[in-house]
């Protein structure tokens, strides 16, 4: 039976475990120059409705590097572009390719090319979740900090996608998470009743300063994501406040450590000081999205 990476609450701690062991040990072999082709003579279609630098790259090149191939196929050359059912592509491309991810606006849309499809469907990012983003943050943090579950994370900004997603991983993962949001920009109230009802440690306030004391991880996002451009001198006036600096550092643990999905918008939802500073691990995050993208392809598609 085929198993999709759409969501985190869709997959159990212990698999979730194996994917981050999986992804360290490509890694390491990656440095040491051994070549693991456990995808060779596969192919990855990508589906990109929202565009991407990463998501792209890092899935392209995690292909190459396990042996397979992946396609760029963007909605303005594609036929979804022109109003195709998501179902149909859903089923010429699984007689076509091996795999999908898709980056695009809807959940639903995500869930649905998932019903209609005979094969593996990667969530590349949509409003509602980014679930390969957490799971290259939850491996830095491994990196750094040796034992990421008795941690206190902190997030600061905006209730979307990644604030989302760190609270679906805060109910799996059992760390305590932090977040502070502005007014009118708190997460999705029922990805909060989810976790809580799971159990999750999460905690909400509008105090930034409050969320960040003692924190291990800070972490945060641009103020207006792809869609809500229009939103941008309203969202700059809200998000007041809720910039990480200097002093949101100095409040956390002095050994903390400090991420960024990326891209940044430098003077707004982060310092230049800060994402430049000795706690930032900010592209070593970047650069796991690579090994975890690695890691669930081939546990996908083997």
């Not at 991407?52 to 090149?61: A, D, I, L, M």
Request: charged fraction near 25%.
């Amino acid at each position: 039976m085929k198993k999709d990476f759409l969501c985190l609450t869709d997959w159990s701690l212990e698999e979730l475990e194996k994917l981050f062991a999986l992804a360290a040990d490509l890694k390491a072999k990656r440095k040491r120059g051994e070549e693991h082709y456990l995808l060779k003579g596969k192919t990855l279609g990508m589906l990109f409705e929202k565009s991407s630098t990463r998501t792209r790259v890092s899935f392209e090149v995690g292909m190459y590097q396990l042996g397979g191939h992946a396609l760029f196929l963007s909605s303005g050359t594609t036929q979804m572009g022109r109003g195709e059912p998501i179902k149909d592509t859903g089923r010429v491309m699984s007689r076509y390719v091996d795999g999908i991810m898709i980056r695009t606006f809807s959940q639903e849309g995500v869930e649905e090319l998932a019903k209609w499809s005979d094969i593996p469907i990667i969530n590349g990012l949509t409003d509602m979740y980014h679930p390969c983003q957490v799971m290259a943050d939850l491996l830095t943090v491994i990196e750094h900090k040796k034992n990421y579950r008795d941690l206190t994370y902190c997030w600061i900004g905006d209730g979307n996608n990644m604030a989302n997603s760190w609270i679906n991983a805060a109910a799996i993962f059992g760390f305590e998470l932090r977040i502070a949001t502005p007014e009118g920009y708190e997460p999705h109230p029922q990805v909060v009743a989810r976790a809580r009802k799971l159990g999750a440690r999460v905690s909400y306030v509008n105090d930034p300063m409050e969320a960040a004391r003692g924190a291990d991880v800070l972490n945060t996002d641009v103020w207006a994501s792809m869609g809500q451009e229009e939103e941008q001198a309203k969202r700059t006036a809200a998000f007041a406040g809720f910039q990480i600096n200097a002093d949101i550092i100095a409040a956390a643990d002095p050994a903390c450590i400090l991420m960024h999905c990326l891209p940044a918008h430098r003077g707004e939802e982060i310092t230049d000081e800060a994402i430049e500073s000795s706690h930032s691990v900010v592209f070593d995050e970047a650069e796991n999205r690579l090994h975890i993208q690695k890691a669930i392809m081939a546990t996908l598609m083997t």
